[in-house]
């Protein structure tokens, strides 16, 4: 039996989300129309600083290090679910175990945005309303005229001009960034005269 306070910590394990967001940033923009589309189902307008998915352009990288696509990757082991002290984020069951914050519970600690692992946070500050919230896949998106959810569609992947966001089913690869930046070129994109490497 382990002794009273060294017993090692095991590993946050929740249920698997049943849907994942990849992008490819080789084919995104930048237009922030995804951000947009965000805010204005979740939030009913559109404010930039209350978009789940957040586009961070770098004006002196170089291509394709100019843009990076910050999007929830509904983690296998949500740090942020673990560290929430008030259980206000949670395994959602009935919108496909998406990792999802119940605002009436939310205290605004903000604790959850320091857990994030990723930089930026995909934890989003409401700055209106003084509490966490994150991409729920449009599942729970008050002015999304479509069904949302894995099961259903996300405003930034029809919004998207370039088509650089896909909602996948199957949990990428954990490490590192290979398996949520994706190549979604296809042979249209090179009849384009784009590269598809
Ligand atoms: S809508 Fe598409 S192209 Fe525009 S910023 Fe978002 S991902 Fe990039």
């Not at 560290?83 to 605004?108: F, I, K, Q, W, Y």
Request: glycine share 8%; proline share 7%; with cysteine.
């Amino acid at each position: 039996m382990a002794e009273v306070g060294t017993a090692e910590k095991r590993p946050f394990t929740a249920p698997l989300s049943e849907g994942y967001l990849v992008v490819d940033r080789k084919k995104c923009s930048g237009c922030m129309s995804c951000m947009l589309a965000c805010s204005l189902v979740h939030e009913g307008k559109t404010d930039l600083s209350l978009s789940r998915i957040q586009i961070v352009q770098n004006p002196w990288g170089c291509f394709p290090e100019d843009i990076a696509l910050a999007i929830c990757r509904q983690c296998v082991n949500p740090k942020c679910v673990e560290a929430c002290p008030t259980e206000a984020l949670h395994v959602d069951a009935a919108n496909g175990n998406t990792r999802t914050v119940d605002g009436s519970l939310c205290d605004g600690c903000q604790v959850c945005i320091d857990a994030c692992p990723y930089k930026p946070s995909r934890m989003i500050w409401h700055h209106e309303k003084g509490v966490a919230v994150k991409c729920d896949l449009c599942g729970r998106a008050p002015h999304w005229i479509e069904k949302g959810g894995p099961k259903g569609k996300q405003a930034c992947v029809e919004i998207c001009p370039m088509r650089a966001i896909k909602l996948v089913k199957e949990a990428p690869e954990q490490e590192g960034d290979a398996g949520y930046e994706v190549n979604l070129r296809n042979e249209h994109w090179g009849w384009l005269g784009f590269p598809t490497d």
